[in-house]
Nanobody, 130 residues
Framework: QVQLVESGGGLVQAGGSLRLSCAASGRSFSSFAMGWFRQAPGKEREFDEEREFVAAISWNGGSTFYTDSVKGRFTISRDNVKNTVYLQMNSLKPEDTAVYYC?????????????????WGQGTQVTVSS
């Protein structure tokens, strides 16, 4: 079993920056692909349309992928020694406001759909004011 705990969310003004962290427990973190997803507050996470892919990284950090709306602004990275994945968010916009979720995929291949991920964190709120 794997447990994921996100942190680093908060309130920030448009144009500002935040860094989200996801700390993982379990013996196989270094073999997992990791992803970040987000959804607006008040919407059910069980429906695919309510959960937006943000970024993903391969098991060894060699490959990264981003949704178009965050390219050039967000950076995903990982530290397999610390069992932690990060999402550096720069030039934040009000449309980035959401609950951000960390997810882990046992097969090590980064994907952009929620169905490929096996474990999820509790989420952390990011609010960007204008």
């Amino acid at each position: 079993q794997v447990q994921l705990v996100e942190s680093g969310g908060g309130l920030v003004q448009a144009g500002g920056s935040l860094r989200l962290s996801c700390a993982a427990s379990g013996r196989s973190f270094s073999s997992f692909a990791m992803g970040w997803f987000r959804q607006a507050p008040g919407k059910e996470r069980e429906f695919d349309e309510e959960r937006e892919f943000v970024a993903a990284i391969s098991w060894n950090g060699g490959s990264t992928f981003y949704t178009d709306s965050v390219k050039g602004r967000f950076t995903i990275s990982r530290d397999n020694v610390k069992n932690t994945v990060y999402l550096q968010m720069n030039s934040l916009k009000p449309e980035d406001t959401a609950v951000y979720y960390c997810a882990a995929d046992e097969d090590g291949r980064p994907g952009s759909t929620i169905w490929g991920y096996d474990y999820w964190g509790q989420g952390t709120q990011v609010t960007v004011s204008s």
